[in-house]
């Protein structure tokens, strides 16, 4: 009898204990209700306007996670993405609001890592040979570097915000092939920049689900409002040359907001 009572006593305890953690982990939880924006240029909303007295970062009021933030009403709003950034730039620049607090994160990141500015850059102005040398370079350094660097990037958000849901943003098509564009680079060029962006996208969402992330794929959201389709929700060369191949004020409010809204 007196084991027996023992054991009733250590099990009352342990369904006590287990109760209390429960709860508490639950409050944490519930606790956990600030967003923070962190990323590059294509979160900072670069190419839809406005974008206030945030400098280089180009952050705009018309960015998704602005509007995002505005419609919810997160209990805190970080919005630290920047345009130009890589990942070494999030890691040292970006991550400060983070806290046990956070209860939401997102994050587009990498396409600046594997030179998507350059490489755009060489298209244009350097023809088609060029341009697919450039092109399977930096489809060479998503596949082979690429994933450390954003490993390195999710271990410090999932360090710093340990109770946040992680939605990672990928990056729309650009071009619609047999589109409506009658000038500019070739066709081939087109359906090359098209697959890096592929390349791009299916390595970090492999490494956001590796992370226990999600990831917040814009391709089907953007098909058929890629440049050249018509009705495109990305600029083509503009000036400032910046917001080239960017989304404009409707490819945030009507491509990425959605995909975030869904993954949230």
Same mark, same amino acid.
């Given at each position: ?39 590059? #240029? ?67 990141i990498g396409g600046n890592d594997a030179g998507f500015a350059d490489t755009m850059q060489a298209c244009v102005l350097q023809g088609e040979e060029v341009c697919l040398e450039k092109i399977d370079e930096a489809k060479s350094y998503v596949s082979g570097t ?34 409506e564009c009658s000038v500019g680079i070739s066709e081939k060029s087109r359906e090359a920049i098209n697959s890096a962006s592929d390349t791009l996208n299916d390595t970090i969402a492999k490494r956001a689900a590796d992370h226990g992330f999600s990831f917040g ?11 050249? #389709? ?35």
């Open positions: 009898m007196k084991l027996s009572r023992r054991m009733t006593l250590a099990a009352a305890v342990a369904s006590s204990l287990a109760v209390t953690t429960g709860a508490t982990s639950a409050l944490a939880q519930d606790a956990a209700t600030g967003y923070v924006a962190l990323g590059d #240029s294509y979160s900072s909303g670069l190419g839809s306007g406005d974008y206030g007295d945030s400098g280089d970062c180009k952050r705009s009021s018309k960015a998704y996670a602005q509007q995002w933030a505005s419609a919810n009403s997160p209990s805190s709003f970080d919005f630290t993405a920047c345009s130009g950034a890589v990942t070494d730039d999030v890691l040292s620049n970006q991550l400060g609001p983070l806290s046990d607090s956070t209860g939401l994160v997102s994050i587009s690429l994933p450390g660097k954003l490993d390195s990037v999710y271990n410090a958000i999932s360090d710093k915000a340990p109770a946040a849901k992680v939605v990672v943003m990928g990056y729309p098509r650009i071009y619609k092939l047999d589109g794929d814009v391709r089907d959201a953007f098909t058929g409002h890629e440049i050249c #389709s018509g009705d495109a929700w990305l600029h083509s060369v503009t000036v400032p040359i910046g917001e080239s191949y960017h989304p404009t004020e409707t490819g945030q409010t009507s491509g990425y907001l959605p995909v975030l809204e869904a993954n949230s």
